[in-house]
């Protein structure tokens, strides 16, 4: 008996095989990525040891502040920016599934990093105040080259949630 095999485009990006007819018991179904380009989907961002090395940043804030903070090399922006209390949102809780961690970038820093995934540009895209060096924090992992950064909260951000909920880090 011949299965036909066909293919579909997931909302995850990936390609899921398909047959038309039951597979046999010995047979299996493969993914594939569809595109090389990964999102982090860790809930709350990437386990990091308190003893990590830091680095010493600047969140230039919403009403034109500067809050100088200690960040640990191998957490996200966004897990920066909620262990010293500050307000950048993160509605999704770190994975890349809304634009309320929205960053703007130096350009030197912008230019030294890998290019943003497909689902982090679609989340960009309803960003407030988008620039061309605009990230997601939750994205952004911190090295020890980001020593002395300045990274710039936009003046607002477009959360989509109607109730309201604003999620606290764990």
């Known amino acids: 008996m011949m299965s036909r095999i066909s293919s579909r485009v997931l909302r995850s990006g990936r390609i899921a095989a398909t047959r038309s007819t039951p597979p046999q018991a010995s047979s299996t179904i493969r993914l594939a990525r569809a595109t090389p380009s990964l999102s982090f989907r860790w809930h709350g961002g990437p386990a990091v040891a308190d003893n990590a090395a830091s680095v010493q940043i600047t969140f ?52 030294n990093l ?12 309803m960003a407030f105040g988008l620039t061309e060096t605009s990230r997601l924090g939750c994205q952004i992992i911190v090295t020890e080259d980001m020593d002395g950064i300045e990274f710039e909260m936009p003046k607002a951000t477009r959360n989509f949630y109607v109730d309201g909920h604003v999620p606290k880090p764990h």
């Open 60 to 111: 230039l804030q919403q009403d034109g502040s500067k809050r100088n903070v200690e960040a640990r090399a191998g957490e996200s922006l966004l897990q920066v920016a909620h262990r010293h209390e500050i307000d950048l949102e993160g509605a999704c809780e770190g994975v890349c599934a809304c634009s309320t961690c929205h960053l703007i970038l130096p350009m030197d820093l912008y230019d």
């Open 114 to 125: 890998p290019e943003p995934s497909e689902d982090e540009e679609d989340m960009l895209d």
